[in-house]
């Protein structure tokens, strides 16, 4: 059974960081990839950022230069670092861990973010 657990999300102003997490259980290395999702209200879930277990990176325009997906293999986590932050980027922010023909999701974090 794969767990994802998001944290870190929460209410900033415009202009500044976040730092969401996706703990996993167990290796991370045994799914070819692991992706940050977001979905704001009323509208379709979208991709934000993906990596591969090879390491490739991919990212939505919207957020290209400012977010920054990575991985702690030794703490089973991936982290999308979030620069520069825009109204725009507020959502329910949601870890993917493909492996194979499998989805896996966690149940998401908040991020707002507003003046």
């Known amino acids: 059974q794969v767990q994802l657990v998001e944290s870190g999300g929460g209410l900033v102003q415009p202009g500044e960081s976040l730092r969401l997490s996706c703990a996993a259980s167990g290796s991370i290395f045994r799914f070819h990839a692991m992706n940050w999702y977001r979905q704001a209200p009323g509208k379709q879930r979208e991709l934000v950022a993906a990596?591969?277990?090879?390491?490739?990176?991919n990212y939505a325009d919207s957020v290209k230069g400012r977010f920054t997906i990575s991985r702690d293999s030794a703490k089973n986590t991936v982290y999308l670092q979030m620069n520069s932050l825009k109204p725009e980027d507020t959502a329910v922010y949601y870890c993917?861990?493909?492996?194979?023909?499998?989805?896996?999701w966690g149940q998401g974090t908040q991020v707002t973010v507003s003046s």
């Open positions: 990596i591969t277990s090879g390491g490739s990176t």
């Open positions: 993917k861990a493909v492996q194979g023909p499998l989805d896996y």
